[in-house]
C-alpha cells in the first residue's frame, strides 16, 4: 500500500508558541459539484462525509470544555482551552453551511446521517447526571475521547495539506475547506492532549479509549461515504464491500491517506511518553493559515 504523497515542503522555521485564535473564512459554495473531486469520486464522498459528522462532534468538544474550564487553575491551558474552543465553533459553523450550500443544491438528504450523530454526541457521549463524581468521571472519558479524536484530525489535517488532491481535479474551494481545517487541527493538536492529562488521563485509559475510538471513527466515515455514495445519481449504489474496494483503490493511487499510515498513526499513541507534538508541523500549518484562499477572502 502507498504512504502519503506529498505535495509541500515543510517550513524549517518553527514559529515557536502560537496564540491559538479563531479565523474569519469565507467559501464560495454556488457551484460545487457533489462530486468535488471528479477523478476520485468515492475518495471525495468520503471526505466529504466529514461535513455531516463534523460539526456535531465539534460541539460536543466545546461544550465539554466549557464543562471542563472552571477546574482548570492553569492560567496558560486556560488559554489554549478557550482559543480551541473559537476554531471549533468556527469549524461547526463552516461545515454545517456546505450541507445547506451544497448537499442540498445538490438534492442530498443529510438529515438521517446528522441524526444520528445528534444522537451520539448529545445523548451517548454527552453530559450525564448522577452525583458530583459521576459527572466529573464521565467528564474525564469524554476528554479522553476527545483527545484520541484530535489526535486523528491532526494526523488527517497534516496529510491533506501536503496531498495533491489537485491531480484528482479537486474544486479548490473544498479542497481549501478541508485544508484550512487541518492546517488549524495542526496548529491546535496539543490542547486536547494536554487537557486530558491536566485531568489524569493517564497511560492505561489513552489506550482504552484509542482502542474503543479507532473503529469508531473509521466506520462513522465508511457509513458517511456510504450514504453519499447511495444518493449520488452518477454513481452505481456500491455495497459496503465494492465501496470499501474503491476506497482501497483510491488509498493506492493517493487520494486517501493508506492504511499503513493510518495505523502506524493510532498505534504511535500507545508508546510511553505519547506527545502530538510530532504529528504535522506548526510552521506549515501558520504557512497555510496565512495563504489560505477563504481566509483572505474574509479578510479583505
Known amino acids: 500500500m502507498k504512504l502519503l504523497r506529498r505535495a509541500a515542503s515543510r517550513p524549517e522555521t518553527d514559529p515557536g508558541q502560537v496564540a491559538l485564535h479563531a479565523r474569519n473564512v469565507r467559501f464560495d459554495w454556488s457551484d460545487v459539484a457533489l462530486q468535488w473531486m471528479p477523478e476520485e469520486p468515492i475518495a471525495g464522498h468520503l471526505i466529504c462525509a466529514l461535513n455531516m459528522l463534523l460539526p456535531e462532534g465539534e460541539r460536543m468538544f466545546i461544550a465539554t470544555y466549557r464543562e471542563a474550564l472552571p477546574y482548570v487553575k492553569d492560567e496558560k491551558l486556560r488559554e489554549d482551552m478557550l482559543g480551541f474552543i473559537g476554531q471549533e465553533s468556527m469549524h461547526a459553523e463552516t461545515h454545517e453551511k456546505v450541507l445547506h450550500d451544497v448537499f442540498t443544491a445538490n438534492d442530498i438528504d443529510s438529515g438521517p446521517y446528522v441524526r444520528q450523530m445528534e444522537y451520539l454526541f448529545r445523548k451517548t457521549l454527552g453530559p450525564r447526571g448522577g452525583d458530583d463524581r459521576a459527572a466529573r468521571q464521565m467528564l474525564v472519558e469524554r476528554l479522553a475521547f476527545i483527545a484520541c479524536l484530535e489526535h486523528f484530525f491532526a494526523w488527517l489535517g497534516d496529510w491533506v495539506i501536503n496531498a495533491d488532491l489537485e491531480k484528482f481535479g479537486a474544486d479548490p474551494n473544498m479542497a481549501d475547506l478541508f ?26 485509559r489513552r489506550c482504552a479509549s484509542m482502542t474503543l475510538v479507532f473503529p469508531i471513527f473509521i466506520a462513522l466515515l465508511v457509513r458517511g461515504a456510504r450514504f453519499l455514495v447511495h444518493q449520488d445519481p452518477k454513481l452505481p449504489d456500491y455495497g459496503y464491500l465494492r465501496l470499501i474496494a474503491g476506497v482501497f483503490a483510491a488509498m493506492w493511487r493517493g487520494a486517501l491517506p493508506g492504511i499503513p499510515s493510518l495505523l502506524r498513526s493510532a498505534l504511535s499513541t500507545f508508546q510511553p511518553g505519547y506527545s502530538p507534538e510530532s504529528v504535522g508541523s506548526t510552521a506549515q500549518a501558520v504557512a497555510y493559515l496565512a495563504a489560505s484562499p477563504a481566509a483572505r477572502a474574509a479578510a479583505s
Open 179 to 204: 485544508r484550512w481545517h487541518g492546517a488549524e487541527e495542526v496548529e491546535h493538536r496539543n490542547v486536547a492532549h494536554d487537557v486530558a492529562e491536566y485531568f489524569g488521563v493517564g497511560y492505561a
